[in-house]
């Protein structure tokens, strides 16, 4: 399988505050771009799961920010999945200055998968097996 090498994020200037840094409340949606670029890296849109029925809320986020991201700089966003069993799924992100190298940010997201129909839990194997396949196969890859 092909790494995903990575979500590059230019910053807006709205998203800083009056010292133009980097607002803390644009991480939560940083994180969420990088989700959905992985996914579409998997050829799995968003789209294309909730077409199939299915749903991913989020259960719980965390951010730690580890050095200030100001405008004007570019940074690359990794995420990775950590933990997959079928009906929940976990990643963890990587945020560096993408002229420095530097580690920015971290942090973490879990999600489950809900029937949207009835917003009942479900083993993604049994509504969409590739997808299934493709989170077991890479969930095992070691990318570092």
């Known amino acids: 399988m092909e790494k995903f090498t990575g979500y590059i994020r230019e910053p807006f200037y709205y998203e800083t505050d009056q010292m133009g840094i980097i607002h803390h409340s644009n991480y939560v949606r940083w994180l969420e771009e990088s989700r959905v670029a992985f996914l579409n890296h998997l050829g799995f849109s968003y789209k294309k799961i909730e077409d199939s029925g299915v749903i991913i809320p989020v259960l719980a986020i965390t951010c730690q920010y580890k050095e200030m991201i100001r405008y004007g700089e570019t940074v690359r ?12 799924l976990d990643f ?16 973490s997201s879990n999600h489950c998968f809900l029937l949207a129909e009835t917003q009942q839990l479900v083993k993604i194997d049994r509504v969409l097996p590739t997808l299934d396949h493709l989170f077991q196969e890479y969930v095992q890859i070691d990318f570092d």
């Open 77 to 88: 966003i990794l995420p990775k999945i950590e933990k997959y069993n079928g009906t929940r």
């Open 92 to 107: 963890i992100y990587e945020i560096y200055g993408l002229s420095d190298g530097k580690l920015r940010t971290t942090g």
